[in-house]
């Protein structure tokens, strides 16, 4: 199964895609809240950075390009401040604007996020959503024109403000059924009508409801509600996105499918739709089955929900959560693999964590200790002491579960994302190779105790201690089974 999903995903390198609807300013002010406002019963965001990414279709083709395939971005933008850092962050991002228009009347989207240790406080929205006009829909609608016959495939991602017309929905329909491509939207609204003949719809549950009038109390209910939709759209599909209930797909013809969530820690959903749009429709580009577009969709959405704000998901994050779905031991690095690897993920913008231990006996307390070092960056990374080491510091017998054992078991928690065994006393070695931003140490510890600080700092890292979960540890668990067994 993981082959076949991966060969397809290599397949969508090159395809071109058309994108067109709803593109705006997505603006994320990275805050720190340690206090309440004396004005109001507020937290104060005391602002760390601000960083720009382009949302609305312009992610949706941002997770094109990501995922390997060109985008041709086709909107409308504003001759504003916010149009001006759009442009620029689109062009740093390598996404070519030379469909987009620049408007005089009508002010770029800007949705502005605050957020506080990794957790939405406020969105606050500029924008006008007022339908746009016809000679500005004609504008559109001409290099659409040009673009579809050289493109593999169309999406339209409509945000509900003004771009996407029924008008100029129907026409680029008819354009993409004309020429034999693929053509799915993210829809918004109440009146699906707009969208009729697509070949397929990616509305979320609550999205879904809406347009058909009806909760999905029951299993039944959700059925129906495909069924309305399929109904009125006339698409060759429906995809109901469903958050931890994973995705449904009803097809005009054929048995409803229902592929499960991908067990993740979810961090962030924002943009979650954008991914799996893309994803879904390129693996349609390259003539992949509704079942293998949308499981594909699946995985990509998990990757995308496990980072913070409005981010992209790369083809190597697809690949490799592919992989590890389904073969955990994948998550097992040699130190060669991860000297190839970090500087890859370094590059992506990831934060990489790391730490160390024996790990023998996996107990409540390691798990809420690896959650909570996850927590702190994106990437966390355990070098695990091998069997000869683990003699050296607790004594015979130890370890009581060997090394290739401890090392899938880790790999198979969520939050673990790599495991690599280690021999020497110490982990300086290891540090010299991760480079990790946090190094992470369970219990008492102060830092300048530590004999792997300064090589952690030598390499512009950090460390942070993690106080341990009390009465819970590897010896008081074989205690304990000894006492009772006695």
């Given at each position: ?31 720190k ?8 019963p507020?937290p104060?965001?005391?602002v760390e ?28 933008i ?8 759009l ?8 996404l ?5 228009i ?31 006009s ?10 659409i ?13 409509d ?28 829809p918004?609204?109440?009146?699906y ?25 029951s299993?039944?209910d ?8 399929l109904?009125?759209?006339q ?59 949308a ?10 929900v ?15 959560r ?5 073969h ?7 130190r ?10 370094k590059?992506q913008?990831?934060?990489i ?6 790990f ?12 909570e ?5 994106n ?27 401890r090392?899938e ?8 994302d ?21 190094h ?21 890292g950090?460390v942070?201690?993690?106080s ?17 067994k006695?």
């Open positions: 199964m993981t082959e076949t999903l991966r060969k397809i995903v290599n397949r969508f390198q090159g395809k071109k895609v058309l994108v067109f609807g709803d593109l705006m300013l997505d603006e994320h002010i990275w805050s809240v340690s206090r309440i406002s004396p004005e109001a507020v104060i965001a005391e950075n601000i960083t720009h990414v382009p949302g609305g279709c312009g992610n949706v083709a941002l997770n094109v390009k990501t995922l390997g395939a060109i985008p041709y971005l086709v909107s409308i504003g001759r504003d401040s916010s149009g001006e850092k442009k620029r962050v689109i062009q740093q991002l390598g070519d604007l030379s469909h987009v620049i408007d005089n009347t009508r002010p770029t989207i800007l949705k502005s996020r605050v957020i506080a240790q990794h957790q939405h406080v406020v969105r606050v929205d500029r924008e006008d959503k007022t339908e746009i016809d000679k500005q829909s004609a504008a559109l609608l001409k290099s024109k040009n673009l579809i016959p050289k493109c593999d495939a169309v999406i339209i991602s945000y509900g403000k003004g771009i996407v017309s029924t008008a100029l929905c129907q026409a680029v329909i008819k354009l993409a059924k004309q020429h034999k491509k693929p053509v799915t939207v993210d918004k609204g109440f009146d009508r707009k969208y009729k003949g697509v070949t397929c719809i990616t509305p979320n549950l609550l999205e879904a409801e809406t347009a058909a009038k009806k909760k999905a109390a299993d039944r959700l059925e129906t509600i495909g069924k309305t939709l109904k009125e759209v698409s060759e599909y429906v995809i109901v996105t469903r958050g931890k209930d994973g995705i449904s797909i009803f097809p005009k013809k054929g048995a409803i499918t229902t592929l499960p969530a991908v067990p993740i820690e979810v961090f962030d959903i924002t943009g979650a739709g954008d991914t799996v749009i893309a994803a879904l429709t390129l693996g349609l580009a390259v003539k992949a089955n509704i079942i293998e577009a499981t594909i969709a699946n995985f990509a959405a998990s990757v995308a496990s980072k913070v704000g409005t981010a992209p998901v790369f083809s190597a994050e697809l690949e490799l592919l992989e590890e779905r389904y955990p031991a994948a998550k097992i690095k040699s060669e693999e991860l000297k190839n690897l970090i500087p890859k993920l590059t913008g990831k934060k964590v790391f730490t160390n231990g024996c023998d006996i996996l107990h409540l307390g390691h798990i809420r200790y690896l959650k070092a996850k927590k702190l960056g990437i966390l990374v355990i070098g695990l002491n091998s069997d000869s080491s683990v003699r050296k510091i607790k004594g015979a017998p130890r370890p009581y579960v060997g090394e290739e054992e090392a078991i880790l790999a198979a928690l969520e939050c673990v790599y495991v690599t065994v280690f021999e020497e006393p110490t982990p300086k070695e290891l540090i010299s190779i991760v480079k990790p931003d946090i992470v140490k369970g219990g008492d510890y102060r830092v300048e105790q530590l004999v792997e600080a300064e090589t952690v700092q030598a390499h512009g950090r942070v201690v993690v341990q979960t009390k009465g819970k540890s590897t010896t008081s668990l074989i205690e304990k089974i000894l006492r009772r006695g």
